[in-house]
């Protein structure tokens, strides 16, 4: 008996539970939790366990499907998997969300996390809900990646579609799983697909469903308020300028003017720097924090008790989420 | 004196460090080529601490202890740390933007007595020369 094993990563809501769901045979267990503050409500549900699938290729052979839960701060469980229960995965699979505002952020940031992983194995990257935003292209992916020297196939999917997430699997063990006819696991996905078309309310896969579906953007600044410790926002455009807050105390604003010129300066003075953030702390006083991007900032005052890197990686999510502010 | 900042820099997963005192860095793991980094570092660091001090922004109750005592800067992957001591003295510490930002964070806030007193010292022995 054979088994071939692909991981699934990618930011939360790429599509990884999606994906697995779709090609399964037997039921994915549920560990999608109704999402709190984290992804800003961004989404209904997120994966706070990991995702596991499996589909019969054959009497010999099996493919076991691996999904990581996408948010940080379940990072400890993409560690036991590469070391563990992925540890001997044919091939990596990224999924890359494409209604993210940095799509290319998230590429940068699954490359550095995955690397030692990603060298070892077969690795593509699938780029999801590109029918709900179309830029950027397939081109503007390749493009990237030549730039970046990294020599992977990128694919369009939509992770909803088996057939689609097959030949992305197939395409990644292909190699390795010389003893598998494609055509005959394809038919089998095809009926599978046309069973499940329309589950029985009352079903998991009907509940699931219901719980997944998508809420639309918020401005960046409510999505801040929904966070725990953050005490108050405030969103700037590409030229620093203040476009929207929840802050009614002037002083903070001055304070964030202060932090949005002195970055200014520093870039002004010498054009190879790029000031991400800048923040002031106290031991006994809320911190002030500014986050960069080159087409829009974010401005947080939360709780001292909330780490630098919880807040890091709040106004990540959320500049990654929100709204899009456009340069005009 | 510098061997107290390698081992500072061991525990808290730090690059470089360096202690700056009336704008000149009494002691210092930075090279020759990262002096640029340095100099920004500090004179941003110095720069918002001044200016929040004139703000006086006070979050809680205790007016007396609420004050800002630490800059955080990210330029582009580096990750700067400056810590106001006493004497008006400036703690700076690099890391590395994609290191365990929180254990610095962490281990230098509690070496800031250790680097008060190395501060004292200093002036102690300016006065007695
Ligand atoms: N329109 C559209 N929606 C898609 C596509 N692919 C996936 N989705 C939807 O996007 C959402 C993806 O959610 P999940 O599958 O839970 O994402 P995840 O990667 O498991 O997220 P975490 O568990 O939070 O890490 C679901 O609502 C899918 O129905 C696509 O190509 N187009
Ligand atoms: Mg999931």
Known sequence: ?328 | MSQLLKKLERMSGAKMSAIVMSGRPVVSTFNAEQQRLLELSKTTCEQLLTDSEQLHIVTVEDEETASFDEVHMQVNSDYVFGLRLNQRALFISIADSRSDLLKTQKTLRSARRVLNKFVDSVIAQRKSS
């Open chain 1, 1 to 328: 008996m054979k088994n071939y094993k692909v991981l699934f990563v990618g930011s939360p809501g790429s599509g990884k539970t999606t994906a697995i769901r779709s090609l399964s045979e037997i039921d994915v267990v549920d560990t999608d939790a109704n999402v709190s503050d984290a992804v800003i409500q961004r989404k209904r549900t997120t994966t706070v366990g990991m995702d596991y699938g499996r589909l019969q290729l054959n009497d010999n052979a099996t493919l076991q499907m691996y999904g990581t839960p996408g948010q940080e701060r379940f990072k400890f469980m993409w560690d036991l998997m590469m070391t563990d229960l992925a540890a001997d995965a044919n091939a990596l699979i990224l999924l890359v969300d494409n209604t993210r505002n940095y799509p290319f952020k998230d590429i940068d940031f699954y490359l550095s996390e995955f690397w030692d992983y990603i060298v070892q194995r077969h690795f593509v990257i699938a780029v999801t809900r590109s029918d709900l935003d179309d830029s950027p292209s397939e081109a503007d992916y390749l493009n990237r990646m030549k730039e970046k020297g990294i020599f992977a196939p990128v694919t369009f999917i939509d992770a909803r579609k088996s057939m689609h997430v097959l030949d992305l699997v197939a395409s990644a063990i292909r190699h390795d799983a010389n003893d598998v006819d494609w055509s005959d696991v394809s038919y089998k996905v095809a009926m599978q697909e046309f069973e499940r078309r329309n589950p029985e309310p009352g079903s998991a896969q009907f509940e699931w469903l219901l719980r997944t579906k998508d809420v639309p953007k918020i401005s960046s600044t409510d999505a801040a308020m929904n966070v725990h410790g953050v005490l108050g926002a405030s969103q700037f455009d590409s030229a620093g300028k203040m476009i929207g807050t929840t802050i009614g105390n002037p002083d903070y604003h001055q304070l964030f003017d202060r932090l949005q010129t002195t970055a200014q300066q520093i870039e002004a003075n010498d054009t190879e720097l790029v000031v991400k953030s800048l923040s002031l702390h106290g031991s006994n006083q809320d911190s002030v924090s500014l986050f960069r991007e080159h087409d829009q900032g974010l401005g947080l005052v939360s709780k001292p008790n909330l780490s630098v890197t919880q807040v890091r990686n709040q106004a990540d999510d959320i500049m990654q989420w929100s709204e899009h502010v456009s340069v005009t």
